[in-house]
């Protein structure tokens, strides 16, 4: 089976809203993509939208945008530099690109309605969709992370950053894996990444 960070067993997914909020920074802190005025940030399955709106203090000088598939979830609404859309990111956006696309703690939850055997297979159309979604010379960061804001800095397992050039190829510019469970998810994805390269 295909282990995917934030699938752990006896965890609780409740987060406060200290966590949601800082989670971008402690998932990616000191590796986060310095981003050139104008940029835009796609942050993929927002849920509530709390992590979408401390992305837009962290990005103050970039346009943030949230997109969740299912309206009931979001709370938050627009505001300054911060949009929300209710859709399908890979479906629904219209062919826009971004200049950072986050997959934060949602790649799992995408892949757990399809049996074992076909989850590998899965993973590599997430990854094309999300390679589609990033801009020439953009970024993909995807996390998996567990756990409230007491122990917020323990509870991530797994973070990579990959960074796509002016020609449709990507580069896997970062990877920390950093429980055991998460390596199986690291090899397919990079083997995903291999298979996607141009
Ligand atoms: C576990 S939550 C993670 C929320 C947030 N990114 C975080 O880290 O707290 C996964 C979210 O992704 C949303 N989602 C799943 N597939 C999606 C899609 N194709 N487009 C937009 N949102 C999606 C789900 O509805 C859910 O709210």
């Not at 949009?83 to 799992?108: C, H, W």
Request: proline fraction near 3%.
């Amino acid at each position: 089976m295909l282990t995917i960070p934030s699938q752990v067993e006896g965890v609780d997914y409740h987060l406060d809203d200290v966590t949601l909020k800082y989670r971008v920074t402690y998932c990616f802190r000191g590796v986060l993509p310095r981003l050139e005025e104008g940029s835009e940030i796609l942050d993929l399955g927002c849920n509530r939208g709390i992590t979408t709106k401390h992305l837009g203090r962290l990005y103050p000088h970039c346009r943030v945008i949230g997109v969740e598939i299912l309206p009931g979830y979001l709370t938050e609404e627009a505001e300054g530099n911060v949009d929300f859309i209710v859709g399908d990111a890979f479906t629904d956006l219209e062919r826009r690109t971004f200049d950072m696309v986050i997959a934060m703690n949602n790649i799992y939850f995408m892949l757990i309605h399809h049996p074992l055997e076909v989850q590998k297979k899965a993973l590599t159309k997430i990854m094309r969709d999300l390679k589609r979604l990033t801009r020439p010379r953009g970024y993909l960061l995807i996390a998996g992370q567990q756990g409230n804001a007491e122990f917020i800095e323990r509870g991530l397992m797994y973070r990579c950053i990959v960074q796509m050039d002016g020609n449709n190829s990507w580069t896997l510019r970062r990877e920390d894996v950093l429980i055991e469970k998460a390596f199986e998810f690291s090899d397919a994805l990079k083997t995903a990444i291999d298979a996607l390269k141009n």
